[in-house]
């Protein structure tokens, strides 16, 4: 590398809230909400009414993990191994806010609507519009977030790490000032 590369590469400006790194676009269309679902003991014994309501849209993500997404994830395994009394539900509440928090720094943009067709606002830095999806929801983007879906993981597939073609795809970055 030449002297006026190494210079050029030392005065890069990088635009305020555009990622520095290529974005992931992942497909939404297969996240499914149900209703009329049965539980019992703690297990879907009835899937219910699957309702598609992400159909064409899609979310794009940051393809790192920070070390507090592992942390959170790894709170959550332990709230829901636990038993079930008031300890383990604000342990589980403490997991699933510290979840929201770190899935608010990854998930970047989206073009979801809610049940009613109306936009969304826009996920980046917003933990509250994250605890407010449906569980379905969260659940799928947490998916999104490792690498796979729940859809992928329920028909036996590893995680992608974005190498499906039709399931995840390069965001366009915008070009960079240098």
Do not use: C
């Not at 590398?1 to 555009?18: L, N």
């Not at 794009?60 to 636990?82: D, F, H, N, Q």
């Amino acid at each position: 590398m030449g002297k006026d590369e190494t210079a050029m590469k030392a005065t890069r400006v990088y635009e305020k809230g555009v990622s520095k790194i290529p974005l992931e676009r992942v497909d939404a269309s297969e996240l499914a909400i149900y209703t009329n679902q049965v539980i019992q003991n703690g297990e879907v014994v009835q899937q219910g009414d699957a309702h598609f309501i992400h159909e064409d849209e899609w979310v794009e993500l940051v393809p790192t993990r920070t070390m507090e997404e592992y942390l959170s994830l790894a709170e959550l395994a332990s709230a829901t191994s636990i038993k079930n009394d008031a300890e383990s539900g604000m342990a589980l509440a403490r997991s699933l806010g510290a979840l929201s928090e770190a899935l608010a720094k990854r998930v970047v943009h989206w073009n979801w609507t809610d049940v009613m067709g109306v936009p969304m606002d826009q996920p980046f830095g917003r933990p509250d519009l994250i605890r407010s999806l449906h569980n379905e929801e969260l659940l799928w983007l947490v998916g999104a977030a490792q690498g796979e879906t729940p859809d992928q993981r329920g028909n036996g597939s590893t995680p992608s790490q974005g190498t499906s073609s039709t399931r995840r795809a390069k965001s366009p970055s915008p070009a960079r000032a240098s």
